[in-house]
């Protein structure tokens, strides 16, 4: 049975305070009385009652059973069989003496190789056969069973799966299947607080149906594209690909994750949203492959220290333009230093939006991108790429070489423009451009922010600098516009990214 991945779990201690004598005990809390009732009155607005201004439940929303709604949507989930070849287990260090009760572990002794089987879950999403369950599930499998509801039992095909989600796609030869569709896991079925339902195989034990409710939303496990929905609806090993219903009977997520200590259930278990899974289901079902969209920029956060540093942001949001690579961004003229504040007509928050809003983009699809430069906004149409074929032909970026010493500091940064040697010595490479800091004094602002020797500061203000008489340019010019800080481009080993360094820094 392959293990749903289990989260490593955080523990944390409570211990208990020391006992206090009657004698300070009852002063202090009559201070501690007095001080709470002086705040209240200084401040009225502090003190409410929430519970008067609670919304009101009714009967209604409180199901008194879900055995309507667990039978008329049982049928569509299905217990998932695997196989596979494993070769023969082999002592090739000798460590286990002839004769040892352990040998039989590790030598089989008609060398032949093995079967090995495991269990999940899954569901029909049409009436022609097709599954969805977790790529985990089947990984590597040689032979694929499906069990029915009814107890049937048909051999499955993989159509296709997504490793950045944890998604498979199945296809059984069947026809008029009981079928599931999936609901808006952003939609108001899925809140906090709202009814989930989950099903399938917990622990081999055959079908199985628990309740709770939508813990907490948008979670990020490892993924570039997580979206899970937290549940404390009980899921354990086996679970995995299994459905999270919503009280409309709608598949508002699939079980993938728990979070425990020991393996088991605590409570905490993830659920990939649907959202997500019926964008990566159609790709599979039409292609046999994901096909994201690619806009072709590096970018990073912007960090509440950079808003000062860039003009017309105001706060901390959009996504920074670290660089810009032959591509997409480049062909429609995006900058490194652009903000990016909106795509496709949304708002971007942050790098992880951004990169979940882009990779659910058709690839060839032309999009409305707003950026901002200079204290201006502009608007960019951006025809996207396809994320997948880029991956494919990226190189991995050079290894950056120690630091040395050199004179000229600005900024408890020690500055030097970029000479042969430099280059040679930080593995810079041949067309670097810029300035290379040789060392970083320990207090200042710029190593608090993991600045380091060896790195090249290519621009300054937004502008480009090739030397230290431009540094200095740029930091009377920011100064001269009242700004407290200044924003650096920064690359190391190739890969460039925005540190915003405070301009008092000596």
């Known amino acids: 049975m392959p293990p749903m991945p ?45 519970s008067a201004t609670a919304p009101t439940v009714t009967a209604p929303d409180r199901p008194a059973s879900f055995a309507d709604l667990a039978e008329h949507i049982s049928p569509s989930v299905v217990n998932i069989t695997t196989s596979t070849t494993v070769a023969a287990a082999t002592d090739p260090q000798g460590i286990v003496p002839p004769g040892s009760p352990f040998e039989d572990f590790f030598n089989n002794r008609d060398g032949a190789p093995r079967r090995s089987s495991a269990l999940g879950s899954g569901f029909v999403i049409s009436s022609d056969g097709y599954i969805v369950t977790n790529n985990h599930v089947i990984e590597g499998a040689d032979e694929i069973e499906i069990e029915f509801f009814s107890g049937e039992v048909r051999p499955a095909t993989l159509v296709g799966t997504d490793t950045n989600t944890d998604i498979a796609l199945l296809k059984v030869d069947a026809t008029g299947l009981p079928f599931v569709k999936f609901g808006d896991s952003d939609g108001p079925g899925a809140r906090v607080g709202e009814w989930v339902v989950a099903m399938g195989n917990p622990l081999g034990q055959g079908f199985s149906v628990s309740a709770g409710i939508v813990s907490a939303r948008n979670r990020a496990l490892s993924g570039t594209y997580d979206d899970y929905i937290q549940t404390d609806a009980a899921i354990n090993r086996g679970n995995s690909g299994g459905p999270l219903f919503n009280l409309d009977g709608d598949v508002i997520g699939v079980n993938t994750a728990i979070l425990s200590p020991n393996g088991g259930s605590i409570g905490i278990g993830f659920s990939m949203a649907s959202n997500v899974v019926s964008n990566v289901v159609t790709q599979l079902k039409e292609f046999g492959e994901t096909r994201r969209g690619w806009l072709g920029v590096r970018i990073q956060d912007v960090t509440a220290d950079m808003v000062d540093a860039i003009a017309g942001l105001g706060s901390a949001r959009g996504a920074l333009i670290t660089d810009v690579p032959e591509g997409p961004a480049m062909d429609a003229g995006l900058l490194s230093g652009d903000v990016i504040l909106t795509f496709d007509g949304k708002d971007v928050k942050d790098t992880r939006e951004l990169v979940q809003m882009v990779g659910n983009a058709p690839v060839g699809k032309e999009v409305a991108v707003d950026i901002l430069r200079d204290g201006a906004t502009l608007a960019k149409t951006v025809v996207l790429g396809r994320r997948e074929t880029a991956e494919a032909a990226a190189t991995p970026a050079a290894d950056t070489a120690p630091a040395a010493p050199e004179p000229s500091q600005v900024l408890g940064l020690t500055l030097s423009e970029v000479t042969p040697d430099l280059s040679a010595q930080f593995s810079l490479p041949d067309t670097a451009e810029g300035l290379v800091i040789t060392e970083v004094a320990p207090e200042s602002d710029a190593a608090g922010k993991g600045v380091v020797a060896g790195d090249l500061i290519t621009e300054a203000g937004q502008q480009k600098v090739t030397s230290v008489a431009d540094f200095e340019a740029r930091i009377a010019e920011a100064k001269d516009a009242g700004r407290k800080s200044l924003l650096l481009l920064i690359r190391r080993g190739g890969d460039p990214r925005f540190v915003a360094l405070v301009l008092d820094d000596k």
């Open 6 to 50: 289990p989260v490593k779990a955080k523990a944390i201690a409570l211990s208990r305070s020391k006992t206090t004598t009657a004698s300070a005990f009852y002063p202090g809390i009559v201070l501690a009385i007095a001080a709470a009732l002086a705040l209240v009155l200084a401040h009225p607005a502090v003190s409410q009652d929430l």
